[in-house]
T-cell receptor, first 113, second 108 residues
Framework: GAGVSQSPSNKVTEKGKDVELRCDPI?????LYWYRQSLGQGLEFLIYFQGNSAPDKSGLPSDRFSAERTGGSVSTLTIQRTQQEDSAVYLC???????????FGQGTRLTVV | GIQVEQSPPDLILQEGANSTLRCNFS?????LQWFHQNPWGQLINLFY???GTKQNGRLSATTVATERYSLLYISSSQTTDSGVYFCAVIQRAQKLVFGQGTRLTINP
């Protein structure tokens, strides 16, 4: 079956522009997570959705970052006025209930120039 | 919040050697997973193992929940086993909390 799908795979944007990153979770999965990974570093938590609600958005680094999830399915992570330090791989994962096995997408590599 | 520590941070081995990676966590958990991040950055699921022992080919994992640790064993390692191995836990349907990873390098 289909896994977690993220788009685009790569995004190059100019400093100051807004970007939207998309995550399609596995069908029926209620939990959805966003992480980012800078080069050579570990995984940094951004936000967790259960259905359309975000009980934990503690990892969003600034008010330039926002995320939404609609219909309990697709999620969009938006970064406004991008900065060079936003350059990273953004990873999305989903799990059936939030207590079960989580699966990751292939990530979106964001480069801010 | 819960803390996850992995050891060793780096491990360099010759092809054919065996290795043991450790994950310690600071509180009880509902879920524990091991992932392998390949050179292309993809996170591959290895084991979903909140407790007990599982085996998959040359890899096996054991989680002792009462003592708050998990071990990942790799036997007869191959160069394709190289990469970063992450342990991640979930407590009470919250976020996945990751350790910092073990970078494994297998030399031919």
């Amino acid at each position: 079956g289909a896994g977690v799908s993220q788009s685009p795979s790569n995004k190059v944007t100019e400093k100051g522009k807004d970007v939207e990153l998309r995550c399609d979770p596995i069908s029926g999965h209620t939990a959805l997570y966003w992480y980012r990974q800078s080069l050579g570093q570990g995984l940094e938590f951004l936000i967790y959705f259960q259905g359309n609600s975000a009980p934990d958005k503690s990892g969003l680094p600034s008010d330039r970052f926002s995320a939404e999830r609609t219909g309990g399915s697709v999620s969009t992570l938006t970064i406004q006025r991008t900065q060079q330090e936003d350059s990273a791989v953004y990873l999305c994962a989903s799990s059936l209930t939030g207590l079960t096995e989580a699966f990751f997408g292939q990530g979106t590599r964001l480069t801010v120039v | 919040g819960i803390q996850v520590e992995q050891s060793p941070p780096d491990l360099i081995l010759q092809e054919g050697a065996n290795s043991t990676l450790r994950c310690n966590f600071s509180d009880s958990v509902n879920n524990l997973q091991w992932f392998h991040q390949n050179p292309w950055g993809q996170l591959i699921n290895l084991f979903y193992i909140p407790s007990g022992t599982k085996q998959n080919g040359r890899l096996s994992a054991t989680t002792v929940a009462t003592e708050r640790y998990s071990l990942l064993y790799i036997s007869s390692s191959q160069t394709t086993d190289s990469g970063v191995y992450f342990c991640a836990v979930i407590q009470r349907a919250q976020k996945l909390v990751f350790g910092q990873g073990t970078r494994l390098t297998i030399n031919p």
